[in-house]
C-alpha cells in the first residue's frame, strides 16, 4: 500500500476545517471570512493536482465517477427524500436544481434561472470536472498545460458571472483546473519554489493580507470591476504553496500526536464534507418546520456543532469496529 503524504493530509485537514468555519460566520464585514476564502477551496484543488496522474479517458472517468459522482447523488438523493419525508417541500426544488446546476452562479442558461444549488457539494462536481480536463491538457499540451489552464479558469469565471451557466458543474469545474494545474505543476517543480528564499515569502504575508482586505475572494463571485480576478488568483495559487511547504515543515519537525487530529481530518475530508452538508440540511429541515428566518447563533450551532458531532459519531463507529475485529481474533 502507497504511503500518504502526511504534509497534504495535514493541508486538506486544515482546507475543511476552514471550510466549516468560514459557512458559520458572519457573511459580511469580517475580515477573517474573507481572508479564508482567498485560499481554502483553491487549497483542495492545489492539493488534487498534485496527486493528480493522468489516465486513459475512459478509466478516469469511472474512478472520477465512483469517488465524486456517486457520494454527491446519493447525498443530493437523501436530502431531497428528508426534505419530502417531513413536508419541507419549499427546499425539494432547489436541491433538484442542485443536481444538474450544483455551482453558485446564478445567469440563465438557455431562458432557465436556476435558484438551488447543491450547497457544499458543489466541491464534488467541480473536481470531477477539472479532473477531466487537466487530463485532456496535461496529455495533449504537456508544455503549455499550465498557462492553458490558468486562461480557462480565468474565462469560465468571467463566463459564469456575465455571460450563461452551464449545467453539471462545468463551468466551476473551469474555474479549478487552473488550481490544479498549479499543483501539478508543483508537485514536478517543487525544487525550484523551495529554492525562492525565506524573506520572499515573509514578504508575502503583508501582501496576502493587504489583498485579503482590499478584494473580495469567492470562487465564484469575481470581481472584475476591480479587476482583482488575476490578482487572486496569483494569491491563492502563492498562497496555496506558502502553506503547503509550512505543513511540510511542521510535519517533519514537530511529534505527529500534535498534528495527527489534523491529518486524521484531511484523511476523511469528504466524510467531514458530507456530514457538514446533512448539518445545514437538518436546521433547514427544522428551519421549515418552524417557519422562522435562522439566527447567526444557529447557523454555528448546526454548522460547527452538526459537524464535530459526525466527527465524534466516526471515531466511535471506527472504535466498534476495531473492538470486533481484535474480539474476532481472539476467538481464533
Known amino acids: 500500500m502507497k504511503e500518504r503524504n502526511v504534509a497534504i493530509d495535514f493541508c486538506k485537514g486544515l482546507a475543511i476545517l476552514l471550510m466549516v468555519i468560514g459557512h458559520v460566520l458572519p457573511m459580511y464585514h469580517n475580515a477573517f471570512r474573507v481572508w479564508i476564502y482567498t485560499f481554502h477551496m483553491p487549497l483542495f484543488f492545489f492539493l488534487a493536482g498534485m496527486t493528480f496522474k493522468p489516465k486513459p479517458f475512459g478509466t478516469l472517468v469511472i474512478s472520477s465517477a465512483k469517488r465524486l459522482l ?6 443530493m438523493a437523501c436530502s431531497i427524500f428528508i426534505h ?12 433538484l436544481e442542485g443536481i444538474f446546476f450544483p455551482d453558485p452562479f446564478r445567469y440563465p442558461i438557455f431562458g432557465f434561472y436556476p435558484r438551488g444549488t447543491a450547497s457544499a457539494l458543489w466541491f464534488l462536481m467541480a473536481l ?18 499550465l498557462p492553458v489552464s490558468l486562461c480557462i479558469t480565468l474565462a469560465c469565471g468571467y463566463i459564469g458571472k456575465y455571460c450563461f451557466n452551464l449545467p453539471l458543474g462545468m463551468l466551476i ?3 479549478a483546473v ?23 515569502w515573509i514578504v508575502f504575508i503583508p501582501l496576502w493580507l493587504f489583498a485579503a482586505h482590499r478584494y473580495t475572494f469567492e470562487m465564484w463571485n469575481f470581481d472584475y470591476q476591480k479587476r482583482a480576478y488575476i490578482i487572486s488568483i496569483a494569491v491563492a495559487c502563492v498562497a496555496s504553496m506558502f502553506i503547503y511547504r509550512s505543513a511540510r515543515q511542521i510535519t517533519q519537525r514537530i511529534n505527529p500526536r500534535w498534528y495527527g ?11 467531514i464534507l458530507i456530514g457538514h452538508f446533512f448539518a445545514f440540511e437538518i436546521m433547514f429541515l427544522l428551519i421549515g ?5 435562522y ?14 458531532g459526525w466527527i465524534l459519531l466516526l471515531q466511535i463507529g471506527k472504535k466498534c469496529l476495531n473492538c470486533m475485529k481484535l474480539s474476532k481474533e481472539i476467538e481464533r
Not at 456517486?70 to 447525498?75: A, E, R, W
Not at 470531477?128 to 498545460?145: E, T
Open 173 to 175: 469545474g473551469g474555474c
Open 84 to 95: 419530502l419525508l417531513f413536508g419541507n417541500t419549499a427546499w425539494v426544488r432547489p436541491r
Open 128 to 145: 470531477f470536472w477539472g479532473r477531466m480536463y487537466l487530463n485532456g491538457l496535461y496529455s495533449g499540451l504537456p508544455k503549455a498545460y
Open 289 to 293: 418546520a418552524f417557519h422562522h428566518i
Open 261 to 271: 487530529w489534523l491529518q486524521w481530518c484531511g484523511e476523511n475530508s469528504l466524510t
Open 295 to 308: 439566527t447567526q447563533t444557529e447557523i454555528v450551532v448546526w454548522g460547527v456543532g452538526g459537524t464535530v
Open 178 to 200: 487552473g488550481y490544479m494545474a498549479m499543483g501539478k505543476w508543483y508537485s514536478e517543480n517543487g525544487n525550484r519554489v523551495d529554492k525562492v528564499p525565506h524573506w520572499a
Open 70 to 75: 456517486f457520494p454527491f447523488l446519493v447525498c
